[in-house]
Every structure is written in structure tokens, then in C-alpha cells.
């Protein structure tokens, strides 16, 4: 290429950088204020169906009840594991109910949280609110208290659904909960899933048994049959173990420290 010719193919790219610069550099267009549509429809009707879908698309207020454990344990015992939301995809309202104890004595543990839930991101969310405890206590003579919570949870890398939890209780006691489980389909029906859980404590609380530190250690594997996708049984063993001062208390009351259980109950939501 000539001398002449290589002058004009630098002119041509550079003048069409500088229109591309200035393409970038403008507002873009305004939205299309016409539809297609309104050419064959009513203008009206067609306006609240783009509304209604904006809204279902991110405005609308949605809601689920999931009892993910109602279960009888082996040794006359029962548990459930209960969770609620209503609102939209960023935040929402958020229940959250749990507990066991024995079908021919008291409630040994249960409680209740309410609080406000946001999306960090489309896998984690934030969930801050209040717990109320309902229970007894291992001795059985535990005071009923109220703490502010903090919570993350979501869907960890490799699909396992984590939690970690924050409480603060009215006496200034800290204490916190993690947890994870992973849902492992066997088949498009038959879904195995191992869970653990542990609880700790910042200090011993003599009054409900438990001691500083770990305190209690619980884990589990269910084998669930989905009827349906939202009613499904299931069949399992569960272990507990408690740790330190949790695990003297347990056995000042004629307690074991560590207990293997079958398990059969339902999961189902709504």
C-alpha cells in the first residue's frame, strides 16, 4: 500500500473512533412510548396488563409456609422446624418457629423469631428481627427470655443451604447457631438429605444448663419421598451430643449427653 492510501485508511479509522466516542458519550434514547398492540387492542387494557406484569415481575407481594421438620423421634420425643416469608424479592417479612421436648413430658427447647428479611444478592439473605424462647431449659427451670437476631443465610457453593445466626438477649448474653444441609436427589422422588447444627454460647446460662462455649452439637440424615413436591415423609437417625458444662447439666438430670435416634416425620410446605 501506498504512502497516500495508508494516510487515508488511519483518517478513516480515526474519524470513525471519534463518531463512536461521541455515540458513547450521548443520552441514550428516550423508552418507546408507542405499543404495538394498541394498534389491535384497547389502549386501556393493554396498559393494565404491562402494569400487572411490572408488577408480578418485582412489585408483587408473595408468600410460603415451609414445615421442614414435624417429626417423633425414638425415646418418646418430638421436634418441628417451621418457616415463613410474604413479601417481595428484595425484602420481606420473615417467621420462624422451633422446638422440641417429650410427648409425655414438657417442651425442653422452643422458640420464635420475627424480623425483617433483605437480599444481599440473588444467593444470601439478611435477616434481622427478634427471638422469643418459650422453653424450660434442660433443668427444667430456665427464665424466658427475648434477643435481638441476626441472621445470614443462603446457597452456599456446591448447592449446600447455609445458616448462621447472632443473638444478643435482654440479659446482654451472646449466643449463636450455624447450620448447614445439602439435598442429595437419588431419584426425581427420593431425595437424601444430611444436616447438621451447632449451638454456642459466649458464657454459661446455670439456669437453662448450658454452659460457655459449644454446647451442643446435633446432626442428621433424612431419607424423604416426594408425593408431592410440596408433601413429603421421611425416615432418618439423628445424633446429639452435648459439649462441656451443657452435657453436666444433662447428666445432673439423669440425661444422657449423647443420644442416637430413629426419626419419621413429614416435610411440607405451602
Same mark, same amino acid.
Given at each position: 500500500m501506498?504512502?497516500?492510501?495508508?494516510?487515508?485508511?488511519?483518517?478513516?479509522?480515526?474519524?470513525?473512533?471519534?463518531?463512536?466516542?461521541?455515540?458513547?458519550? !450521548?443520552?441514550?434514547?428516550?423508552?418507546?412510548?408507542? @405499543?404495538?398492540?394498541?394498534?389491535l387492542?384497547d389502549?386501556?387494557?393493554?396498559?393494565?396488563?404491562?402494569?400487572?406484569?411490572? @408488577?408480578?415481575?418485582?412489585?408483587?407481594?408473595?408468600?410460603?409456609?415451609?414445615?421442614?421438620?414435624?417429626?417423633?423421634?425414638?425415646?418418646?420425643?418430638?421436634?418441628?422446624? !417451621?418457616?415463613?416469608?410474604w413479601?417481595?424479592?428484595?425484602?420481606?417479612?420473615?417467621?420462624?418457629?422451633?422446638?422440641e421436648?417429650?410427648?409425655?413430658?414438657?417442651?425442653?427447647?422452643?422458640?420464635?423469631?420475627?424480623?425483617?428479611? @433483605?437480599?444481599?444478592?440473588?444467593?444470601?439473605?439478611?435477616?434481622?428481627?427478634?427471638?422469643?424462647?418459650?422453653?424450660?431449659?434442660?433443668l427444667?427451670?430456665?427464665?424466658?427470655?427475648?434477643?435481638?437476631?441476626?441472621?445470614?443465610?443462603?446457597l452456599?457453593?456446591?448447592?449446600?443451604?447455609?445458616?448462621?445466626?447472632?443473638?444478643?438477649?435482654?440479659?446482654?448474653?451472646?449466643?449463636?447457631r450455624?447450620?448447614?444441609?445439602?439435598?442429595?436427589?437419588?431419584?426425581?422422588? %427420593?431425595?437424601?438429605?444430611?444436616?447438621?447444627?451447632?449451638?454456642? !454460647?459466649?458464657?454459661?446460662?446455670?439456669?437453662?444448663?448450658?454452659?460457655?462455649?459449644?454446647?451442643?452439637?446435633?446432626?442428621?440424615?433424612?431419607?424423604?419421598?416426594?408425593?408431592?413436591?410440596?408433601?413429603?415423609?421421611y425416615?432418618?437417625?439423628?445424633?446429639?451430643?452435648?459439649?462441656?458444662?451443657?452435657?453436666?447439666?444433662?447428666?445432673?438430670?439423669?440425661?444422657?449427653?449423647?443420644? %442416637?435416634?430413629? %426419626?419419621?416425620?413429614?416435610?411440607?410446605?405451602?
Open positions: 501506498s504512502r497516500r492510501g495508508l494516510a487515508i485508511a488511519l483518517a478513516v479509522v480515526m474519524s470513525g473512533t471519534g463518531v463512536a466516542r461521541a455515540q458513547d458519550a !450521548a443520552a441514550p434514547p428516550p423508552p418507546p412510548s408507542d @405499543h404495538a398492540a394498541d394498534a387492542f389502549p386501556q387494557a393493554m396498559a393494565r396488563a404491562r402494569a400487572a406484569l411490572v @408488577h408480578e415481575n418485582g412489585g408483587m407481594a408473595v408468600s410460603q409456609v415451609m414445615i421442614d421438620q414435624l417429626e417423633a423421634r425414638g425415646g418418646g420425643d418430638y421436634a418441628w422446624e !417451621a418457616k415463613g416469608w413479601g417481595g424479592d428484595s425484602d420481606r417479612l420473615a417467621l420462624e418457629s422451633r422446638g421436648g417429650a410427648f409425655a413430658g414438657h417442651v425442653d427447647r422452643a422458640e420464635v423469631q420475627a424480623g425483617w428479611l @433483605h437480599a444481599l444478592d440473588p444467593w444470601f439473605n439478611l435477616r434481622a428481627g427478634v427471638r422469643q424462647d418459650l422453653d424450660r431449659g434442660v427444667g427451670t430456665g427464665q424466658r427470655r427475648t434477643h435481638a437476631a441476626l441472621t445470614i443465610e443462603g452456599a457453593p456446591y448447592w449446600f443451604d447455609v445458616e448462621a445466626s447472632v443473638f444478643l438477649s435482654t440479659r446482654g448474653e451472646v449466643t449463636g450455624a447450620e448447614a444441609s445439602y439435598d442429595q436427589r437419588l431419584t426425581q422422588r %427420593l431425595v437424601a438429605q444430611p444436616r447438621v447444627e451447632m449451638d454456642w !454460647a459466649a458464657q454459661g446460662m446455670p439456669d437453662l444448663g448450658e454452659g460457655a462455649g459449644i454446647n451442643r452439637i446435633e446432626s442428621g440424615l433424612r431419607l424423604r419421598y416426594e408425593i408431592k413436591r410440596n408433601f413429603a415423609p425416615v432418618g437417625l439423628g445424633w446429639e451430643r452435648s459439649l462441656g458444662g451443657s452435657a453436666r447439666a444433662a447428666r445432673s438430670v439423669g440425661e444422657r449427653a449423647s443420644v %442416637l435416634r430413629a %426419626l419419621a416425620g413429614v416435610r411440607l410446605w405451602w
